[in-house]
T-cell receptor
């Protein structure tokens, strides 16, 4: 069966420090991969999505970047964190087909930038 | 934007009562999905309804879709304390082949024992 791993679960970082969040998927190949951010009391904002290795699309301009070095690995990065980068970050994957349109989410990373 | 919006923002009921949440969206869709999120956790898919469907059931869940009004509702019957969570609707982007979903802000459901 397919599983998605996301780590770390919580992270406290000072302003100006770098960031690297990692997400890996097991049990499937060539998944679509997504990074979402959820601010406190808000909905989910789609940050990045990827349909294949090295293929990254950004939904909104921001201080973050994403990379997909391997088929089932998706990394969210920042060179210098801002206070506004605080939030709950969720990685998700999907297949694409008549029955594969739903998203499977990781357990999330709570990022606090201080 | 394509983002769905749930209504109400918060709902508080007693166990055994039914809970109804609504979702409105702005543009044409291929399907609409409902997700559940327990506090501090990832989202879990509940049910998907396609644009050519009007109603769908899954256990205690009933979803309706009215594409003419661009709205959907999620009904949870005979609610339980364990149903306490945030519920989100998500819409796709008609014509898109990439499976991007756009989420609303959610309805926080509290079920009191």
């Amino acid at each position: 069966s397919q599983t998605i791993h996301q780590w770390p679960a919580t992270l406290v970082q000072p302003v100006g420090s770098p960031l690297s969040l990692e997400c890996t998927v097991e049990g499937t190949s060539n998944p679509n991969l997504y990074w979402y951010r959820q601010a406190a009391g808000r909905g989910l904002q789609l940050l990045f999505y990827s349909v294949g290795i090295g293929q990254i699309s950004s939904e909104v301009p921001q201080n973050l970047s994403a990379s997909r070095p391997q088929d089932r690995q998706f990394i969210l990065s920042s060179k210098k964190l801002l206070l506004s980068d605080s939030g709950f970050y969720l990685c998700a994957w999907s297949g694409w087909g008549s029955e594969d349109e739903k998203l499977f989410f990781g357990s999330g990373t709570q990022l606090s930038v201080l | 934007s394509q983002q769905g919006e749930e209504d109400p923002q918060a709902l508080s009921i007693q166990e055994g009562e039914n809970a109804t949440m609504n979702c409105s969206y702005k543009t044409s869709i291929n399907n609409l999905q409902w997700y559940r999120q327990n506090s501090g956790r990832g989202l879990v898919h509940l049910i998907l309804i396609r644009s050519n469907e009007r109603e769908k059931h899954s256990g205690r869940l009933r979803v309706t879709l009215d594409t003419s009004k661009k709205s959907s509702s999620l009904l949870i019957t005979a609610s339980r304390a364990a149903d306490t969570a945030s519920y989100f609707c998500a819409t796709d982007d008609r014509g898109s082949t990439l499976g991007r979903l756009y989420f609303g802000r959610g309805t926080q459901l509290t079920v009191w024992p």
